[in-house]
């Protein structure tokens, strides 16, 4: 049986909407101390160009590693691909998932976006995070489903249990 894709895509840029505001607030405070400055000392372009741009590299890097964010789910595991030079190729089995949550901040709300988080039995990473996922709560009831699907797949054929449903004496000595 083929693997089917349940999601294919990249976060939505909603999820760094935090980082813009952020940024706004730092632009709007550098001009404040430039403009409270400028009668003791002589107005420096180069400084605040170099402190504006150093604000827009902090403001774009994670808008850029977001473009370059890629998360595939199938019925059987989760694939993340990010980078920007350097390449990095995760996945995650669904057998592993343990916990399902979905979050929605308030400026992921306002674009229909919202978090997953996956609790797993992982050692190296308990915890992922897909962020700022459209239609986040029908990607959880699917992702739900593609586990309960993959679990009952594991489940032995036979079994030794007189109390299950499908015991048969005929696997006896």
Request: proline share 6%.
């Amino acid at each position: 049986m083929a693997n089917q894709v349940i999601f294919s895509g990249a976060p939505s840029q909603a999820c760094n909407l935090p980082a813009l505001l952020k940024g706004g607030v730092v632009m709007a405070m550098i001009a404040g101390v430039h403009l409270c400055t400028s009668n003791a000392f002589p107005f420096q372009w180069n400084v605040l160009l170099a402190q504006a741009g150093a604000v827009l590299i902090g403001v774009g890097l994670p808008f850029v590693k977001t473009a370059f964010t890629r998360i595939v789910i199938d019925t059987a595991r989760i694939s993340w691909t990010q980078g920007i030079l350097h390449r990095r190729v995760s996945t995650l089995e669904l057998s592993r998932i343990q916990c399902i949550t979905s979050i929605h901040p308030w400026w992921q709300r306002l674009f229909g976006t919202g978090t997953i988080i996956l609790m797993t039995n992982d050692a190296a990473h308990p915890v992922r995070r897909l962020p700022a996922i459209s239609n986040a709560v029908q990607l959880c009831k699917k992702l739900e489903d593609a586990i309960a699907l993959h679990q009952e797949r594991l489940v032995p054929a036979y079994t030794n249990d007189p109390n299950a449903p499908d015991y048969s004496q005929a696997h006896g000595m």
